[in-house]
């Protein structure tokens, strides 16, 4: 039997002596004996034992069913009652106070040993059973004030948080009540199928849901949209986010950025009415020179027409005619704005492409294209017909400036998570004052060059979220380098 500490409640002293020998002979600790119930409710208070053995019949106006129900109200320490009264009437009202056993006068160590082992254990468990519900209260008090915070967080957060499983169709398994204040409906709403197909802008829609099957590749999701809300307005969202593969959805957030896209919208106008003015200003440059180059050579034929003098200018005429349809071609290309096709490519095989294309022009200046590269495993996301023409025109303007005899190197290298294009020319590279413009349109240096080839690889290698970049070798030379992340390797 565990040590347990005991208050004994008896008037009659000889069995309040007996009951305190025996029990210590049981191992218990007798903290005391009292006679009256008023007095056994002060000690009980006082002494908080793990039990009491009270007698019925106490001296004084308190017995001692009224002093443990007094007892159990306040501190709920167990009593076992020690009584000569076994009748129906004194059982049923010590019943009302729940007591925890019943030794009958006279009774024998057996019968004490066994009441007061089984009342000890019968309250050690219910002590840790009140101890769990306790701590199972407090727990969940924990959780409700964690669960109010976050659902206020969420609530004041300008950013609607959502989860999506990782599928081709995009549908919701969460969003957050900030929904109400971005789009105008109950959060409840973006979980029904077809939601959001149905609110994205139809212009917006394509590419939406090209860069959505791309983040399931790439892992990563960074996308900006109009989506529209409950009045029947459009609102601007940037979206970004992450893949979460072993959770089979991904986790992101949608910003407002209406407010800022209008701003750019005002910004990318001002700088397209600058733009235009300089493409109008450098068309203009541009087609003069062939054109009087035209006018000459008619001229000419009027003054002297001749089938000999025709066969002289007719080469002049084809090359200036020739010359304005590249700029024509090369202008139509600037302009363009389509959705790009994306899809995992071997970062080798579009630098051959490109290569391949570029051979004749190559052979015809006496410059020879060397190829170099260690990324052969892994792909990159790419519109493969876009990224060549972006090499292409590099590669190209490489030949361009390079001397008969030279050696224009192109390479593609992995570098971490990345694959890192570069090509190198024997040239006499950019000038210092000139870097910074040299991918601006109708910017160039070389006789009869137009200045849009580079603009137009610009152009592409941006729309794959990528930037081209211009610097000189100190050893001589040109480079032009194109940074792409590759695909993760499949688990």
């Not at 908080?48 to 007698?55: H, K």
């Not at 948080?161 to 109950?186: A, H, M």
């Not at 290309?333 to 051979?359: D, H, K, M």
């Not at 009869?448 to 979220?465: D, K, N, V, Y």
Request: contains cysteine; charged residues 30%.
């Amino acid at each position: 039997m565990p040590e347990a500490s005991v208050l004994i409640v008896e008037d009659e002293g000889l069995v309040a002596q007996e009951l305190k020998e025996r029990l210590e002979a049981l191992g218990c600790s007798v903290l005391g004996i009292v006679r009256r119930g008023e007095d056994a409710v002060q000690q009980a208070s006082v002494l908080q034992p793990d039990l009491i053995l009270m007698d019925v019949r106490l001296a004084g106006p308190m017995d001692g069913i009224t002093a443990a129900r007094n007892i159990r109200d306040e501190r709920r320490i167990p009593v076992i009652f020690v009584t000569a009264y076994g009748d129906t009437s004194t059982v049923d009202r010590a019943s009302e106070t729940e007591p925890y056993g019943y030794i009958l006068k006279p009774f024998d160590g057996a019968a004490l040993r066994i009441a007061v082992a089984t009342a000890l254990h019968r309250s050690r468990i219910e002590k840790e059973r009140d101890r769990a519900h306790e701590e199972l209260a407090l727990s969940e008090a924990r959780q409700r004030k964690v669960r109010e915070s976050l659902e206020t967080i969420l609530q004041d957060c300008p950013a609607v948080i959502f989860r999506s499983p990782v599928q081709k169709e995009r549908t919701f398994t969460y969003v957050s009540p900030s929904f109400r204040q971005l789009l105008g409906d109950e959060p409840a709403l973006a979980q029904t199928p077809g939601f959001w197909r149905a609110r994205v802008h139809p212009d917006d829609a394509p590419l939406a849901q090209s860069e959505w099957e791309k983040s399931l590749i790439s892992k990563r999701l960074w996308n900006e949209y109009r989506i529209r809300h409950a009045d029947g307005n459009y609102r601007w969202v940037r979206e970004e986010g992450t893949v979460l593969p072993q959770q089979g959805e991904v986790m992101g957030f949608w910003t407002d950025i209406t407010r800022e896209q209008e701003v750019e919208v005002d910004m990318r106008r001002a700088h397209r009415l600058a733009a235009v003015g300089s493409v109008i200003s450098g068309l203009a440059h541009e087609i003069r020179n062939p054109l009087f180059a035209i006018s000459a050579a008619v001229e000419s034929l009027e003054s002297d027409w001749s089938a000999a003098t025709f066969s002289g200018y007719k080469s002049v005429l084809r090359s200036q005619v020739k010359r304005i349809a590249d700029l024509m071609n090369q202008l139509r290309e600037f302009g363009r704005s389509q959705p790009i096709t994306l899809s995992p490519e071997p970062p080798r095989e579009i630098l051959n492409e490109a290569v391949e294309l570029c051979q004749q022009d190559a052979r015809r200046a006496g410059v020879t294209i060397v190829v170099r590269g260690d990324a052969e495993e892994g792909a990159v996301l790419a519109d493969r017909t876009r990224l060549v023409l972006v090499f292409r025109n590099v590669i190209e303007n490489a030949v361009q400036h390079s001397p008969r005899g030279a050696v224009v190197d192109v390479s593609v290298r992995s570098e971490g998570d990345s694959a890192m294009y570069e090509v190198r020319d024997l040239g006499t590279g950019f000038r210092p004052e000139d870097l910074a413009n040299v991918f601006e349109p109708f910017f160039t240096r070389r006789r009869g060059g137009t200045g849009l080839g580079l603009s137009i690889a610009q152009q592409i290698a941006r729309e794959h979220g990528a930037e081209l970049r211009a610097s000189n070798d100190p050893s001589g030379g040109a480079i032009v380098t194109l940074r792409l992340p590759l695909l993760p390797k499949p688990e």
